[in-house]
């Protein structure tokens, strides 16, 4: 396959922000299921043109901690410890293992902001997700959203 007969659409974002310490409802809960838990962080920077439109520049995020605690009816994640912790590499990677399927925090500080993404992990059998095309975007506007890569070959 030439390298013209495939591009990437973009990135659809496939997770509402996380923007409160509340159990998520059905519809947010629906957005962040994932059936892997890895990917790449970045940090994306949004800035108005004159027009009114943003630009979006992404960057990977290297050496930073991302924690996981168990979700339960309760606020993030001061009574619980974190079950892991991992560091994402120079490209923003970052890979958990052997994690059961349930309610999850991912948690992670950057700049001295916390971030918070209250997720489901769900593996599916029949559907293998590409650790590379699983994006985890923090805003400097608090935003911690889930986005994937889709390629059209």
């Given at each position: 396959?030439?390298?013209?007969?495939?591009?990437?659409?973009?990135?659809?974002?496939?997770?509402?922000?996380?923007?409160?310490?509340?159990?998520?409802?059905?519809?947010?809960?629906q957005?962040?299921?994932?059936g892997?838990?890895?990917?790449?962080?970045?940090?994306?920077?949004?800035?108005?043109?004159?027009?009114?439109?943003?630009?979006?520049?992404?960057?990977?995020?290297?050496?930073?901690?991302?924690?996981?605690?168990?979700?339960?009816?309760?606020?993030?994640?001061e009574?619980?410890?974190?079950?892991?912790?991992?560091?994402?590499?120079?490209?923003?990677?970052?890979?958990?293992?052997?994690?059961?399927?349930?309610?999850?925090?991912?948690?992670?500080?950057?700049?001295g902001?916390?971030?918070?993404?209250?997720?489901?992990?769900?593996?599916?059998?029949?559907?293998?997700?590409?650790c590379?095309?699983?994006?985890?975007?923090?805003?400097?506007?608090g935003?911690?959203?889930?986005?994937?890569?889709i390629?059209?070959?």
């Amino acid at each position: 396959m030439t390298l013209a007969a495939k591009f990437t659409v973009g990135v659809a974002l496939i997770a509402s922000s996380a923007w409160g310490q509340v159990e998520p409802s059905q519809k947010g809960e629906q957005w962040n299921t994932i059936g892997s838990l890895c990917g790449n962080l970045f940090h994306i920077e949004r800035h108005e043109r004159r027009d009114g439109l943003f630009d979006e520049h992404a960057k990977a995020l290297k050496n930073v901690v991302l924690k996981l605690y168990e979700r339960d009816h309760v606020a993030c994640c001061e009574s619980s410890p974190a079950l892991a912790e991992i560091a994402t590499d120079k490209g923003g990677k970052f890979s958990f293992r052997d994690v059961k399927p349930g309610a999850y925090w991912l948690a992670t500080v950057v700049g001295g902001r916390e971030y918070k993404l209250p997720l489901r992990l769900e593996p599916k059998k029949d559907i293998t997700t590409q650790c590379s095309d699983q994006r985890f975007e923090i805003y400097d506007s608090g935003d911690f959203q889930i986005g994937k890569i889709i390629t059209i070959d």
